[in-house]
């Protein structure tokens, strides 16, 4: 087995997380020896064993001497767990390959500095893309803050979400409205604005495969939502987040909401319209939201687009023509060339009888 075989194969070890290990980031490991692989293991939960004890736990015979395969820089620091850079050392591992550096402030390098100080043999940046792939939400989040957006949009070859009198359901296929429910599996929250939750009503939830519920958010500036719609009135309420200008947070209004299981959470406004930076935020802040499937409609995300807030694009693409429909970016101007957004295709696959494309922007 190469490294890089074996790194990959962490990788496939790292997103059995999904889902599962939030805020934390998805790790998996494998430990060789003398050519055979004799554990494997993954972060399996927030705060259970990191994938490095938990392979070390598993091992069929002695680990001393053996090299240890990881997506991300063992921890260096005692949170929920001791740090897994102590533990090799104690174990006598000869040599650690390492996918990327942990962006966390408490980590950085600080692993890899202990396990070449204790003269373990590091070698760093094997299938480095394919590991800051696996964790670009966690990344994100520990960088700047802020939660990963991934914009999702079902629609027409010609682009369209919608018909002009707002009817959407269903644009594309079973296979790619089960795609969907595995990013909300997968994903921490998924958010939309209130004319989605009004005209559809959904619930919001994961159906059509295994996985835990996201979060649900809704931006709803002046709390004018119904008490009534399924994401307030259903057994899973208590799993919703409604954003609003923070001076509605004292009506009776919210503290029905409240009363009824819904979290309300006030932010600042910008032109009567949530300040979604903010808001962002304190969701990432104050809820360890670290990534969001945005399925809101053409304004809201329009207005994530404009701001530069979204960091992925799942499209999928039903071979219809709908003609004057709406358009998912129908609030946003493009007057020249120069000045429109570039973007890379990590994705493209076939989803039933619709295409799957994933975008990222141009680094």
């Keep these: 087995m190469t490294d890089e075989q074996a790194m990959q194969r962490t990788l496939v070890l790292a997103l059995r997380g999904s889902g599962h290990v939030s805020p934390n980031p998805r790790v998996g490991c ?22 490095e004890s938990d392979a070390i736990e598993r091992a069929t015979e002695s680990v001393e001497g053996a090299t240890l ?26 040599r650690v390959v390492i996918g990327m550096e942990d962006p966390f402030h408490k ?6 500095a202990m396990l070449r100080e204790a003269g373990i043999e590091v070698e760093l940046g094997v ?37 002009s009198r707002g009817e959407s359901q ?27 939750a009004q005209t559809d009503n959904p619930t919001l939830d ?23 719609i399924k994401l307030f009135s259903g057994a899973d309420r208590a799993n919703t987040i409604i954003v609003c200008d923070r001076k509605y947070t004292s009506t009776r209004k919210a503290r029905n909401l409240a009363e009824a299981g819904v979290e309300v959470v006030g932010v600042e ?6 300040a979604e930076k903010e808001a962002l935020a304190v969701l990432a802040a104050e809820h360890n939201i670290t990534s969001i499937l945005l399925e809101g409609g053409g304004r809201l995300t ?17 071979p219809n023509i709908m003609g004057g429909g709406k358009h998912i970016f129908e609030n946003v101007g493009v007057n020249r060339l120069s000045n429109m957004p570039r973007f890379s295709v990590k994705f493209t696959a076939h989803s039933g009888d619709d295409l799957h494309v994933i975008a990222v922007y141009k680094s």
């Design 269 to 274: 406004t910008e032109n009567e319209r949530i």
């Design 127 to 163: 299938l480095a893309e394919e590991c800051a792939w696996a964790n670009r939400a966690f990344t994100k989040y520990t960088t700047t803050g802020l939660p990963y957006i991934v914009a999702k949009t079902a629609q027409t070859l010609d682009g369209c979400i919608a018909t």
């Design 69 to 94: 395969y990881v997506n991300l820089e063992p921890c260096a620091h005692q949170g929920k767990q001791p740090p897994c850079a102590s533990l090799i050392i104690e174990k006598k591992l000869r």
């Design 107 to 112: 980590v950085q390098g600080r692993g890899i």
């Design 206 to 228: 994961v159906r059509m495969v295994e996985g835990r519920n996201p979060k649900r958010i809704v931006f709803d500036t002046k709390l004018g939502l119904p008490l009534e």
């Design 170 to 196: 269903w644009i594309t296929g079973e296979e790619s409205r089960r795609r969907v429910h595995i990013l909300r599996a997968e994903l921490d929250a998924v958010l939309i604005g209130k004319s989605t």
């Design 30 to 51: 494998v430990i060789t020896k003398h050519g055979r692989v004799i554990a494997e293991g993954w972060h399996r939960a927030y705060g259970s064993l990191h994938a």
């Design 302 to 318: 329009s207005s994530f687009f404009d701001k530069r807030l979204i960091d992925e694009f799942h499209f999928f693409i039903a």
